[in-house]
């Protein structure tokens, strides 16, 4: 049977198809690999999350962007945003190269990231820690060509505590990610394991929160990280800060430089102090603000409008480009008000 086309040079239909299907139906079996992976992995982030997994085409370095559930009676609510990548690869290894648009979709970004591996044939799913890791971020550790973290399929049956000092190898830095401090598996999802499970999503939404207060430090530039040092696999967590102000004297120890940008939470603390009575505070932060008064505006009306330097807030709710926003709210308003006029005024005439 011959046919036109394509297909003309062929001599049957069949021989045509096979060759097609071998060239174009074909899948390498580590993709299908991970593709079967992502399922599973939705299946056991769906137990403890609303989860969003990420379209090919669009894939960052996130797999999943997911919402922790929150349970009220029957009903579930979504509560703090994470992000997860999932590895399969028995390497055990995550790489960052030192590529602007590499580094900057880690750093800049603004949820929580936990790197996960699955074991497939086990079916269990593990939750690695990266807080560590803003140690780059904070040290601006750029003479490398990699970050390189490994980690260990190993639970931690005992608590144990981690050193997380890098190595340097052949421009590279080295990270030890430990053992996973989160597993789940497939009887966890088990509706008579559901206590099980609502202590692990606890144990999540610990690790969650204090990776929030990293990135919350970071955006400040705060020479300041948290990082999760002693632990047991499914226990108790229990977490360290570092400080590396001595390495970053121009931008970070610098009141100039980090005063303007952290003024807001300054000021908030400063007033928190005052509130609950612990003046001595008050009196030490309130003297450090006013002395930078006059750095630049948003300090000075901060320090005005929140009464931080005479006692008396002043009866203002908005300041600096707010005034523009709110100019811009009226002027829609005013428009839409005349708009409705004119209409009105026109469906008159009409019956008439």
Same mark, same amino acid.
């Given at each position: 049977m011959t046919v036109g086309g394509q297909f003309k040079k062929r001599q049957t239909l069949n021989e045509e198809f096979d060759k097609w299907y071998e060239? $174009?139906?074909?899948?390498?079996?580590y993709i299908r690999k991970g593709d079967k992976g992502e399922y599973l992995s939705q299946l056991f982030l769906s137990a403890i999350a609303f989860s969003n997994p990420t379209y090919r085409q669009e894939d960052w370095g996130v797999d999943f962007v997911c919402s922790l559930i929150n349970r009220i009676g029957d009903n579930l609510y979504p509560t703090d945003t994470f992000t997860i990548q999932v590895k399969?690869?028995?390497?055990? !290894?995550?790489?960052?190269?030192? !590529?602007?648009?590499? $580094?900057?979709?880690?750093?800049? *970004? =603004?949820e929580p990231f936990f790197l996960c591996h699955l074991e497939t044939e086990? =079916?269990?799913?593990?939750?690695?820690n990266t807080s560590h890791l803003h140690q780059v971020s904070i040290q601006q550790l750029t003479n490398y060509n990699k970050i390189i973290s490994t980690y260990s399929l190993d639970v931690n049956e005992d608590e144990t505590e981690i050193t997380y000092s890098p190595t340097h190898f052949k421009n590279n830095i080295k990270f030890i990610l430990g053992s996973p401090f989160l597993t789940l598996k497939m009887s966890d999802l088990l509706k008579e394991n559901s206590d099980i499970l609502e202590d692990k999503k606890r144990l999540l939404k610990t690790a969650i929160f204090y990776e929030k207060q990293n990135i919350a430090m970071r955006n400040f530039k705060f020479p300041f990280f948290i990082w999760l040092r002693k632990y047991k696999t499914n226990s108790e967590l229990t977490y360290s800060w570092k400080h590396y102000g001595d390495l970053l004297e121009t931008e970070i120890n610098n009141p100039d430089?980090?005063?303007? =940008?952290?003024?807001?939470?300054?000021?908030?603390?400063?007033?928190?102090?005052? /509130? /609950?009575?612990d003046i001595e505070n008050f009196n030490r932060l309130k003297d450090l603000l006013i002395s930078k008064e006059n750095l630049n505006n948003e300090i000075s009306d901060v320090i005005n409008i929140l009464g931080i330097k005479d006692g008396q807030p002043k009866n203002i709710v908005y300041t600096g480009d707010t005034k523009n926003i709110i100019t811009i709210d /009226? +002027?829609? +308003? +005013?428009?839409?008000?005349?708009?409705?006029?004119? /209409?009105? !005024?026109?469906?008159?005439? *009409? !019956?008439k």
């Open positions: 060239t $174009m139906s074909g899948r390498k079996e399969t690869s028995k390497d055990c !290894k995550f790489e960052l190269e030192n !590529k602007i648009h590499n $580094m900057d979709w880690f750093y800049d *970004r =603004q086990k =079916q269990e799913m593990y939750f690695y430089e980090t005063i303007p =940008q952290s003024i807001h939470l300054l000021a908030g603390l400063c007033l928190s102090f005052k /509130n /609950n009575g /009226n +002027t829609i +308003t +005013t428009i839409n008000r005349r708009t409705r006029r004119e /209409n009105d !005024k026109l469906n008159k005439k *009409r !019956k």
